[in-house]
């Protein structure tokens, strides 16, 4: 399973959130791939992805810049709540 | 992995008095080129940066992550910690109002993971925003965030306080070193 991590310009923000995506899989006992992306190769970085994971600001061109992929795109309000971050993914995935 | 960043007191500025959050930004922008991370150039990329995406990096309620792309105005990786006397709002939906503007500068895109994760570590705690908010000394911030105050992890004393920082004055007193 590959999980990408995307914000706009691919350091600092989304290297949080794939942190903390990480600690929520283990967390929830699960195992993917996790990668940082920014939004300019978000749709060659998630071709094989289940699940895109963004802010709720950038959901929306996140969408558009990938199309027709299959990834689900998860919203994440609080970078640090792995709590929040679980929660979506285990609805997700689970 | 590189070292995580030191802090220095001239990263570090609380109470700062900010009309919006560019100026907030800028503030951040200041602090990161008179500690020597980048030059003065980089305030406005990091701007740039929300102008063009919108207000998510406001990563966490009451917490800015204000960064740009690596380049050839970041000297050094770098960090920066505003603490503002009057939240400002970012246009995020769920996070504003900013109480804590975090300036990040990183000199390429794989070698800050160690500088993310200590950050990570310690604002995983929901607390720490307000603490840090808080603050009456960079010592205090250094404490809470786990950073030191310089790359061989000295202390020193006199935190910074922004005075009558705001709108339009530019030069922090090491720009362009």
Redesign the interface.
Known sequence: MRIVAV???????S???K??AE?ALDRLGLAAEVSASD?GNVAGAAADAQVIL?????AG?VRAAVGRSFAEIIEV??????EEISAKLEASLG | MTPIPPLPDTAVVLGARVDDWRAAVREAGRALTRSGSTRSEYADRMIAVIEEFGAYVVIAPGLALAHARPGADVKSEGLAIVTLAEPVAFGHPHNDPVRVVVGLAVSNAEDHVAFVARLANAFNDHRVVGRVSRSTSAAEVRELLGLASSADGGADGADRRAGAAGEGGVAGSAAGA
């Open positions: 914000c706009g310009v691919g350091v600092g923000t290297a949080i959130l942190m903390n600690r939004l963004t802010s709720s600001e950038l061109a309000g609080n970078y640090f709540d792995v």
